[in-house]
Antibody, heavy 122, light 108 residues
Framework: QVQLVESGGGVVQPGRSLRLSCAAS????????MHWVRQAPGKGPEWVAV????????YYADSVKGRFTISKDNSKNTVFLQMYSLRVEDTAVYYC???????????????WGQGTTVTVSS | EIVLTQSPGTLSLSPGERATLSCWAS???????LAWYQQKPGQAPRLLIY???SRAAGIPDRFSGSGSGTDFTLTISRLEPDDFAVYYC?????????FGPGTRVDIE
């Protein structure tokens, strides 16, 4: 079945880096854009980044631009979120998510992972 | 950036009642690229509505969406116990693909 499984979360000090992974299965990963969305404790979802199906187009939220990098390895069916210069306000559950359409970035998100928790604290 | 505002913040209703949730955008969402999600505690959001009015796969027909431009509405015709949750709108017309702050639907 269609599945997304995130990993790589943990506790990290401010200013440090962390890389999240999201392993996909059950669908043609190389044909889909992929997103990261985060949710701070007690808050609503915040969209973070998207990468196109072929990795050639990437968009970021202003809050992470220049600090986070999204990438995609179609040979491994995995999307990554490399996070640098982490801040306390980056503390959240991070979800990867997939739009239902092939190739299109501008679509809603119909498949979500279970999330991985990132805590930034000294 | 398109800022989404949702109202009310909390809606207290009884099972069987009708729920009307609103989402306003700070600028026009072209192509009606507006989605609604339901979220329950400890779970990821679940897509309900896309394109402002199209139901996602497997979503019951008591959920309906309407609107265009800057004003959008999610209606739950008859609340069932499983519908008490938080609902978010999201625009996917323009990056960043922003979410609204949510409306909590509580049991009265």
């Amino acid at each position: 079945q269609v599945q997304l499984v995130e990993s790589g979360g943990g506790v990290v000090q401010p200013g440090r880096s962390l890389r999240l992974s999201c392993a996909a299965s059950g669908f043609p990963f190389s044909s889909h854009a992929m997103h990261w969305v985060r949710q701070a404790p007690g808050k609503g979802p915040e969209w973070v980044a998207v990468i196109s199906y072929d990795g050639n187009t990437r968009y970021y939220a202003d809050s992470v631009k220049g600090r986070f990098t999204i990438s995609k390895d179609n040979s491994k069916n995995t999307v990554f979120l490399q996070m640098y210069s982490l801040r306390v306000e980056d503390t959240a559950v991070y979800y990867c998510a997939r739009p239902p359409s092939y190739y299109d970035i501008f679509y809603p998100l119909d498949v979500w992972g279970q999330g991985t928790t990132v805590t930034v604290s000294s | 950036e398109i800022v989404l505002t949702q109202s009310p913040g909390t809606l207290s209703l009884s099972p069987g009642e009708r729920a009307t949730l609103s989402c306003w955008a700070s600028q026009s969402v072209s192509r009606s690229y507006l989605a609604w999600y339901q979220q329950k505690p400890g779970q990821a959001p679940r897509l309900l509505i896309y394109g402002a009015s199209s139901r996602a796969a497997g979503i019951p027909d008591r959920f309906s969406g309407s609107g265009s431009g800057t004003d959008f509405t999610l209606t739950i015709s008859r609340l069932e116990p499983d519908d008490f949750a938080v609902y978010y709108c999201q625009q996917y017309d323009t990056s960043p693909f922003t979410f609204g702050p949510g409306t909590r639907v509580d049991i009265e």
